[in-house]
């Protein structure tokens, strides 16, 4: 039996992430037929998807998605994927699912919990279904180690540290990602997708205490039904290891569970194809699936500040 194609339009189409997005609708047989974004620097879609109709004004590629709703025909738009600042996730997702879409979201689908609630009443109302880019649940050794643990008998739960520095320029802090409102801070920004993973891997929340938290770092403590988690995010380039930092590196990412390291550095090319693959299976990730991992971030976001005697940041003072 032959699987029809799809027909899709992107939203953000000049960010960092809208190309793995294009290159997976590309890879998995279907079609971009129009893109949003209020800045025009998207000559990348060229590579892609040449024929694709663009709009840098929101009410006009409002227009033009409802016209095609209204045609029929097969020009009507099956799949929104959203690649847009964080904040306005929320309205993206719902503008796709009441224009007769579904809705493919990258991370974090959104801000607040109660986001999630909102979204869930129109999903009922309109039949469609919101999906989420959750591709480190698809990483091969992310799933080798929950199936570790879930075969595993322990009287005592892992000890697991995280530390992830990404660093970035002066020009981080100058634009939505540098305010709080919009990008839901540090912890939500850079680190969404590693919370989503400790409790895919580790099972339940149950406690969560932050140590640190400003504009460039965030670090806590996480203790899941099957793990005690140090965690430890900063996109300051000071917090790169200082070997690794005087060779020319600006990015450091350590996992350890009982002070194993867990190596996923390899894997990642293709995980937006994958992610793709499974969404238009119908296994994609949806609404529920996303919900610990928000209220995660949105407590370190707004949670008093607990004191720590040693701040979450072992791998780093070991490499020091």
Known sequence: MTIMSKNFALIGA?????????????????RLLAAFDPNDSVGVIDSHFPDADFFTEFERFDRHVDLRRRAGNGGQIDYVSICSPNYLHDSHM???????????????????????????????????????ILQLRL???????????????????????????????????????????????????????????????????????????NDTKAAGYLEYEN????????????????????????????????????????GFADLHNRSYEEILAGRGFGLEENRTAIETVATIRTGSIVPAVDVARPPLKRQA
């Open 139 to 213: 990483h091969p050794a992310i799933i080798a180690l929950r199936e570790r643990v879930r075969r595993e008998q322990r009287s005592t739960k892992h000890e697991v540290e995280l530390a992830y520095v990404t660093s970035r320029g002066h020009w981080y802090l100058q634009s939505w990602k540098g305010d709080s409102k919009k990008s839901g801070g540090i912890a939500t920004n850079i680190g969404v997708h590693f919370f989503d993973m400790l409790h895919y891997i580790f099972g339940e929340l149950q406690t969560n205490l932050v140590h640190q938290r």
């Open 94 to 132: 719902r503008f796709a699912l009441r224009s007769g879409a579904h809705a493919i979201c990258e991370k974090p689908l959104v801000l607040n919990p109660w986001n999630i609630d909102g979204l869930l009443e129109i999903e009922r109302e309109t039949g469609k279904h919101v999906n989420t």
């Open 14 to 30: 000049a960010g960092y992430i809208a190309p793995r997005h294009m290159q997976a609708i590309k890879a998995t047989g279907n």
């Open 227 to 266: 793990a005690r988690v140090r965690w430890f995010l900063s996109v300051d380039i000071e917090d790169v290891p200082t070997l690794l930092r005087e060779s020319g590196q600006r990015t450091y990412r350590s996992i350890t569970v009982d002070g194993e390291e867990i190596e996923f550095s390899g």
